[in-house]
């Protein structure tokens, strides 16, 4: 089935995110290969200067000659966002404006990209201390919502799933695996899934935390199974306007992606990926869409996996999205960050 797109409602925003040093790279005789140069700019692996220079108040001594060149790469993006940024300063330069768009009609996604390790669920779930851009999102939500009651009347639902292994399950409902329907109203939805109503963000606090015990590993274990999955987080909102009774769906989907460096491991090209045995088919598919819809494309290959089936209609036609590339700063990851760089650089051509 072909879909048809009209470009000038797609819209997509790329952002990339630097997480701080951890604690071996600090130890280790790292070196840092992202050099964020103002909130638009960053270069990947810059030269080294002869006099030492002031990176985050730390002098950067020269290296040894017998490294290989400096690829000194420059890449721009809509936003940066430094290590020292908080979820707050993510939230506001990110996902805040969304909200706007949603009670607009618009469908938003919101996807955390990189490698296992980068910061995804950082970004997306955060600390108690430092609440991440889900739940902010969803608080902003309300406060919009609040504004609005006069003329309009809402009713929220959310779930909250995971896909892995091409299996849908969900995480806040003990249930078998779940499958995707085509509607011929809705679009596609999944079978059996029930929204949970939810009249705060605080409530939304301990759905998440629930939910993320379901997933197939604790999502903040460095652990393999847990990076392989996606945990797909969505806010249902029926808008009813009180002066015509006219009824408005929207959908905000918010997407903590498996980590990428299986995809990176076959080399994100730029032209297709190659789908191999070990290879995650939903993260292959949101590449291949992202970059047809980036490309101007008619046909985007939604079908090709369960993530892309699942967001079909909120990655074309009218929707907003935003893709938070996360990436460290430090040598020992030289090769995610440089593929993660290349794929939130092609996603960004819309
Ligand atoms: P991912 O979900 O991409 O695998 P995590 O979000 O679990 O990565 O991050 C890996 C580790 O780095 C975690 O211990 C996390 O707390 C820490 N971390 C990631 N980003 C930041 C950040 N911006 N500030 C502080 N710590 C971070
Ligand atoms: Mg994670």
Partial sequence: ?????????????????VRPHNERELQDNSRTVVEVVDDKMLIFDP???ETPFFFHNVAQKGRDMLKKQNKQLQFI???????????????????????????????????AYGATGAGKTHTMLGTKEDLGITYRTVAELFSEIEKQTKHREFHLGVSYLEIYNENVQDLLHKSGQLHLREDGRCGVVVAGLEPITIQSAEELLSLLAEGNKNRTQHPTDANKESSRSHAVFQVYIKIINKLDSQVQRVKLSMIDLAGSERASATGC??????EGAN????LLALGNCINNLADGIKHIPFRDSKLTR????????NCRTVMIANIGPSSLTYEDTYNTLRYANRAKKI
């Fill in 279 to 282: 290879i995650n088919k939903s």
């Fill in 1 to 17: 089935i072909m879909s048809t797109q009209d470009t000038s409602e797609i819209s997509i925003k790329v952002i990339v995110r």
């Fill in 77 to 111: 993006f809509d936003r940066i966002f430094s290590s020292t940024a908080t979820n707050t300063n993510v939230f506001e330069g990110s996902t805040k404006n969304l909200i706007t768009s949603l009670l607009d009609g618009y469908n938003c996604s919101v996807f």
């Fill in 47 to 49: 030269k080294e200067h």
């Fill in 310 to 317: 699942l967001l079909k209609d909120s990655l074309g036609g």
């Fill in 269 to 274: 090209k730029g032209i297709r990926f190659k």
